[in-house]
């Protein structure tokens, strides 16, 4: 019951633009990238974030094909920050 009084009071989509950009610049890239799927507001926050230089120091994300001669020109990206692929 109270976590739901709590989903009522608070609005997570009102967040303001500088505090979104400063929780995703808590988070790996990989996962910024799927917080730009939660609303609007998120992914204008994700876009304002990359759009900043605060991710530059970040190391680059590798993309590796999936299969030589892929008609679909499938990757596999790999984030060296998290040691993860997608």
Not at 61 to 86: G, I, K, Q, Y
Request: overall charge neutral.
């Amino acid at each position: 019951m109270a976590s739901q009084d709590l989903k009522n009071k608070f609005n997570w989509s009102e967040l303001s633009l500088d505090l979104l950009c400063i929780v995703f610049s808590n988070l790996p890239l990989r996962t910024c990238w799927v917080c730009k799927t939660v609303c609007k507001s998120w992914r204008s926050g994700v876009d304002e974030y990359l759009s900043s230089t605060a991710h530059l120091n970040r190391p680059p994300l590798l993309m590796v094909p999936l299969r030589e001669n892929d008609p679909d020109n499938s990757v596999r990206v790999f984030c060296p920050e998290d040691r993860t692929h997608a």
